[in-house]
């Protein structure tokens, strides 16, 4: 008897994702195998994943490179060539399915960026630029690895890669059916998520301004593909002033998340604080020795009576 299933292997990174996990997993039966990489939860994961057969891998960071996703796509035996990367509050629709079983077969790509719909407050993000929202996340895993940004040092950004991107060897496709990118968990974790995550965009921003170079990652190009061109203009973003200010212009007005109605104005504004928790983690790395959490630390007595002045000028 045939099986059929789609020959691609799912990696999942999760901790604590029991009321995300069921969907995702639902969503992922057509697949031929599932991986879930967790980092010891506490909840219901384990049990929910197992119920769905998929299979289960602890993986424990060291606090070096390489964080989750890198490391399973080194150590994890795939049966399969293709490997599709998918988070827990992400699903794959049926018509995006067809067209991934279709779309592995043909030999002149070796990966495929995804598009993704972001729901927020229940509510498809469709302006604001938050899409198209293109992600490499469908290629053939002996040749694709994320970047790496030089970011692990950086404490309570967790263990998984947050934004970095895949660098595959060989030519890159685009899928036409969105995934779709929905958090089951309230606002307590978005805000808790994007703190987390603002540590990690500091230390970016950090090591743009400082000159680090982009040897190991992308690259930055204002005539490459969508992402470089967005990490392009990144280079540029980190030495606007006011960027709090212009992240909620940019996104609500110029991009027209207005139009979005009432969530798109609360992403908006809690788009506008997370710039704001980037500028003051940014301005700490840059005046308390190059380190975040550095409250255990004596810092120069000379900068204390100004201290509350250049937060107010490198957060606006």
């Not at 077969?105 to 229940?122: A, D, S, W």
């Not at 090591?207 to 005539?223: E, R």
């Not at 979005?260 to 005046?287: H, M, P, W």
């Amino acid at each position: 008897m045939m099986s059929n299933k789609i020959p691609v292997s799912v990696l999942i990174p999760a901790k604590n994702e029991e009321a995300n996990l069921p969907a995702c997993l639902e969503s992922l039966q057509k697949a031929d195998e599932i991986f879930v990489v967790d980092s010891q939860s506490d909840d219901k994961s384990v049990e929910i994943c197992e119920s769905y057969g998929a299979k289960v891998v602890q993986f424990h960071f060291n606090g070096r490179w390489p964080k989750k996703k890198n490391w399973s796509l080194e150590n994890i035996e795939f049966r399969n060539e293709w490997v599709l990367i998918v988070d827990c509050d992400e699903r794959i629709t049926p018509e995006l399915w067809q067209e991934i079983a279709y779309s592995i077969n043909n030999p002149e790509f070796n990966g495929y960026y995804l598009n993704r719909r972001v729901f927020f407050l229940g509510k498809w993000i469709r302006f604001g630029g938050k899409y198209p929202d293109w992600n490499l996340r469908l290629f053939k895993h002996k040749l694709g690895r994320y970047e790496n940004l030089n970011t692990e040092d950086i404490r309570n950004t967790g263990d998984n890669e947050v934004h970095e991107h895949v660098i595959l060897n060989g030519k890159v496709g685009y899928l036409k059916n969105d995934m779709l990118h929905e958090d089951f968990r309230d606002l307590y974790h978005w805000l808790a998520r994007h703190n987390r995550y603002s540590n990690w965009e500091a230390r970016v921003y950090y090591n743009l301004l400082t000159g680090k170079g982009d040897s190991g990652t992308i690259g930055a190009s204002l005539f490459g593909d969508a992402v470089q061109r967005k990490r392009f203009l990144k280079k540029i973003w980190v030495r606007l002033p006011f960027k709090p200010l212009l992240r909620f212009i940019l996104f609500y007005i110029l991009q027209g998340g207005f139009l979005d109605g009432k969530a798109g104005y609360i992403y908006g504004r809690l788009l506008s604080q997370y710039e704001y928790q980037i500028g003051v983690k940014l301005f700490e790395l840059r005046n308390c020795d190059g380190q975040l959490n550095t409250g255990n630390k004596t810092v120069n007595r000379d900068r204390s009576s100004s201290l509350t002045q250049k937060i107010e000028q490198t957060a606006t």
